[in-house]
């Protein structure tokens, strides 16, 4: 793949729990070039988040990445040491999590947080340190940087700690960024500046950035290429105009129709069931018990992930004989 | 925190702000044993002769000493095995947890009663205040424990540990910057409510006649005022107002320290 900034293929990250082991990411494999964006989507628990912080390597434990590989500007990720992991995490590679009232460490100030990283790896002064951090609050838009520094975590608004969580991300100036549904706990208005500022700081910086949601407005909105995800396995990946037009899984196709839309007045239609169970997965198509073009032949194979057209990948058995409906 | 100043500015300097030395019996031979607070005795006088003022003073000392020391024994102990308990998972863990739980439920004031009786040879030897000191840490730093080990599981799971993470911190990074800043404060508050709780129990030990009756301390008064409290009140009024304040000092600081250390109450 030509300019791939990231390669993640055949990636297996599984849970090591009491009650059996959890396969939160099952063979999934994708790529992202430089400076483009690219969505990860999938329900809840469908392993986008365990795929991040796989990249990352900080998979809390008892997770352990069991298979595959991931290669990040051409160098082997798994085959670092974790000195080098941490060199990387930072200044090449940084994440925005879900929750901004709860990734910010609630006992230091906006300044201090901002500028330890800057301390640690850029090996700036104190002063510098401040300085930089005051200008990368004026680089998230936030007004009156200089007393914003001063505060505590608690004294600003859920969409001021999200831009300070991507002001400090932002902060070493990564080549990837990693943003685990950064608007899922915020407003809906805050929603919308918050992903403007992201987009164009990912266009002004010029850095690839993956985007992690369930939210099918925000990948039509932000992303160039989009991943879908269930039950930690890829089961669609193409240009994101593609998804929406000619989708070719029977799970995307039900991602779209439970999408409510402003110019068709519709019943919304749900997914029937629940994910699975990661421990004990379905045999064959993890996604057959839920998909109603499921045949005999759906239970007994694992579907790989064939390449269907141009850069767009299906994990169907049947997608030749189906025919789906975009929006 | 003026209250708790006061007294540990009198414990510091009793040496030189009290009149008489400790456990001086000086004033029998002067005719005054037994007398009534007076300029000269602002407290009063024993009817064994000891200037009960001067003894106020002596007690400061070392009773701060005991509640002192018996806490930063607790601390010390309690954020070890609560840091480990916290941090290790599996069969040590539950171990850990289980022996501190057998430490939590022993009732601390009769083993310190037994002990003291047993160990009667040291007490003698002026090595009481040690002793008790040693007791009160020794069967008191499970509650620091479980604090501590609960605080730490909590902070553990929060994001900003894993954002500390994805920026790069190290582990020791993550250990000593985020997680023990974030549960630090409630150690300090509840240590310096111990401190008030360890001198209590200081007391009770001492009045019920179990400390060292060479050693000047709040509670020896108070048991050796008890005897005689109808026609000498003085002897056990004033330490047992010495031991009212002085908790009431340190409850009186454990609160504002909570608040102090609570960044959402900070200016």
């Given at each position: 793949?030509?300019?791939?900034?990231?390669?993640?293929?055949?990636?297996?990250?599984?849970?090591?729990?009491?009650?059996?082991?959890?396969?939160?990411?099952?063979?999934?494999?994708?790529?992202?070039?430089?400076?483009?964006?690219?969505?990860?989507?999938?329900?809840?628990?469908?392993?986008?988040?365990?795929?991040?912080?796989?990249?990352?390597?900080?998979?809390?434990?008892?997770?352990?990445?069991?298979?595959?590989?991931?290669?990040?500007?051409?160098?082997?990720?798994?085959?670092?040491?974790?000195?080098?992991?941490?060199?990387?995490?930072?200044?090449?590679?940084?994440?925005?999590?879900?929750?901004?009232?709860?990734?910010?460490?609630?006992?230091?100030?906006?300044?201090?947080?901002?500028?330890?990283?800057?301390?640690?790896?850029?090996?700036?002064?104190?002063?510098?340190?401040?300085?930089?951090?005051?200008?990368?609050?004026?680089?998230?838009?936030?007004?009156?940087?200089?007393?914003?520094?001063?505060?505590?975590?608690?004294?600003?608004?859920?969409?001021?700690?999200?831009?300070?969580?991507?002001?400090?991300?932002l902060s070493c100036e990564p080549t990837l960024l990693f943003a685990d549904e950064?608007?899922?706990?915020?407003?809906?208005?805050?929603?919308?500046?918050?992903?403007?500022?992201?987009?164009?700081?990912?266009?002004?910086?010029?850095?690839?950035?993956?985007?992690?949601?369930?939210?099918?407005?925000?990948?039509?909105?932000?992303?160039?290429?989009?991943?879908?995800?269930?039950?930690?396995?890829?089961?669609?990946?193409?240009?994101?105009?593609?998804?929406?037009?000619?989708?070719?899984?029977?799970?995307?196709?039900?991602?779209?129709?439970?999408?409510?839309?402003?110019?068709?007045?519709?019943?919304?239609?749900?997914?029937?069931?629940?994910?699975?169970?990661?421990?004990?997965?379905?045999?064959?198509?993890?996604?057959?018990?839920?998909?109603?073009?499921?045949?005999?032949?759906?239970?007994?194979?694992?579907?790989?992930?064939?390449?269907?057209?141009?850069?767009?990948?299906?994990?169907?058995?049947?997608?030749?004989?189906?025919?789906?409906?975009?929006? | 925190?003026?209250?708790?100043?006061?007294?540990?500015?009198?414990?510091?300097?009793?040496?030189?702000?009290?009149?008489?030395?400790?456990?001086?019996?000086?004033?029998?031979?002067?005719?005054?044993?037994?007398?009534?607070?007076?300029?000269?005795?602002?407290?009063?006088?024993?009817?064994?002769?000891?200037?009960?003022?001067?003894?106020?003073?002596?007690?400061?000392?070392?009773?701060?000493?005991?509640?002192?020391?018996?806490?930063?024994?607790?601390?010390?102990?309690?954020?070890?095995?609560?840091?480990?308990?916290?941090?290790?998972?599996?069969?040590?863990?539950?171990?850990?947890?289980?022996?501190?739980?057998?430490?939590?439920?022993?009732?601390?004031?009769?083993?310190?009663?037994l002990f003291a009786r047993i160990f009667s040879a040291l007490v003698f030897a002026?090595?009481?205040?040690?002793?008790?000191?040693?007791?009160?840490?020794?069967?008191?730093?499970?509650?620091?424990?479980?604090?501590?080990?609960?605080?730490?599981?909590?902070?553990?799971?929060?994001?900003?540990?894993?954002?500390?993470?994805?920026?790069?911190?190290?582990?020791?990074?993550?250990?000593?910057?985020?997680?023990?800043?974030?549960?630090?404060?409630?150690?300090?508050?509840?240590?310096?409510?111990?401190?008030?709780?360890?001198?209590?129990?200081?007391?009770?030990?001492?009045?019920?006649?179990?400390?060292?009756?060479?050693?000047?301390?709040?509670?020896?008064?108070?048991?050796?005022?008890?005897?005689?409290?109808?026609?000498?009140?003085?002897?056990?009024?004033?330490?047992?107002?010495?031991?009212?304040?002085?908790?009431?000092?340190?409850?009186?600081?454990?609160?504002?320290?909570?608040?102090?250390?609570?960044?959402?109450?900070?200016?």
């Amino acid at each position: 793949m030509e300019n791939s900034l990231l390669e993640v293929q055949g990636l297996k990250t599984y849970f090591f729990t009491e009650a059996g082991v959890v396969k939160a990411v099952d063979d999934a494999t994708f790529d992202v070039r430089s400076k483009e964006t690219i969505g990860l989507v999938g329900e809840s628990g469908s392993g986008k988040t365990v795929t991040a912080l796989s990249a990352l390597r900080i998979i809390p434990r008892p997770g352990r990445i069991v298979a595959g590989s991931i290669k990040f500007e051409g160098t082997d990720v798994l085959a670092k040491s974790e000195d080098e992991m941490r060199q990387l995490r930072g200044p090449k590679m940084a994440m925005v999590f879900q929750d901004p009232s709860s990734s910010l460490n609630p006992v230091y100030t906006v300044e201090r947080q901002l500028s330890d990283i800057l301390m640690l790896h850029r090996k700036l002064t104190k002063k510098e340190a401040s300085q930089r951090a005051e200008y990368l609050l004026e680089l998230v838009g936030i007004q009156d940087p200089e007393t914003r520094l001063k505060a505590y975590p608690h004294e600003l608004s859920g969409g001021m700690k999200q831009r300070i969580a991507i002001a400090r991300a932002l902060s070493c100036e990564p080549t990837l960024l990693f943003a685990d549904e950064p608007t899922t706990n915020l407003d809906v208005t805050v929603q919308a500046q918050v992903l403007e500022l992201m987009k164009k700081l990912q266009r002004d910086l010029g850095m690839s950035m993956v985007m992690i949601t369930h939210d099918m407005g925000i990948i039509a909105d932000m992303t160039e290429r989009v991943t879908i995800m269930y039950a930690g396995r890829v089961m669609e990946a193409t240009e994101t105009k593609t998804i929406f037009h000619e989708p070719r899984h029977p799970y995307t196709e039900a991602l779209l129709a439970a999408v409510p839309r402003v110019d068709q007045r519709r019943i919304l239609e749900v997914i029937p069931g629940n994910i699975p169970n990661l421990i004990e997965p379905p045999s064959g198509c993890v996604f057959h018990p839920r998909c109603k073009y499921a045949r005999r032949i759906c239970m007994d194979n694992v579907p790989p992930l064939e390449e269907t057209g141009r850069g767009h990948t299906v994990a169907c058995i049947r997608w030749k004989e189906v025919s789906l409906k975009g929006v | 925190m003026l209250i708790v100043g006061f007294f540990i500015f009198v414990g510091l300097a009793s040496p030189w702000i009290a009149p008489y030395p400790a456990r001086s019996y000086a004033s029998l031979y002067s005719g005054e044993a037994g007398a009534p607070p007076s300029w000269q005795h602002p407290f009063g006088v024993e009817p064994s002769g000891i200037d009960v003022f001067s003894e106020v003073i002596h007690g400061t000392r070392n009773d701060l000493y005991v509640g002192v020391a018996a806490t930063v024994l607790t601390v010390v102990i309690g954020v070890a095995v609560g840091a480990l308990a916290g941090y290790i998972k599996g069969v040590l863990a539950d171990i850990v947890l289980g022996v501190t739980q057998v430490f939590l439920v022993i009732p601390a004031l009769l083993l310190i009663l037994l002990f003291a009786r047993i160990f009667s040879a040291l007490v003698f030897a002026g090595l009481g205040l040690t002793l008790i000191v040693l007791i009160l840490g020794l069967f008191g730093w499970s509650s620091v424990t479980y604090l501590v080990r609960g605080e730490i599981l909590r902070v553990k799971e929060l994001e900003f540990i894993q954002s500390a993470r994805a920026l790069g911190a190290s582990t020791w990074r993550i250990m000593f910057r985020h997680i023990v800043p974030n549960v630090l404060s409630p150690v300090i508050v509840v240590s310096t409510l111990n401190i008030a709780g360890f001198i209590l129990t200081e007391v009770v030990i001492s009045f019920l006649g179990f400390g060292d009756p060479n050693t000047s301390t709040w509670g020896l008064l108070i048991n050796e005022g008890f005897t005689y409290v109808r026609s000498h009140w003085w002897v056990s009024l004033f330490p047992g107002l010495a031991v009212v304040f002085c908790v009431l000092g340190f409850n009186l600081m454990g609160d504002g320290l909570s608040d102090a250390l609570n960044p959402r109450l900070r200016e």
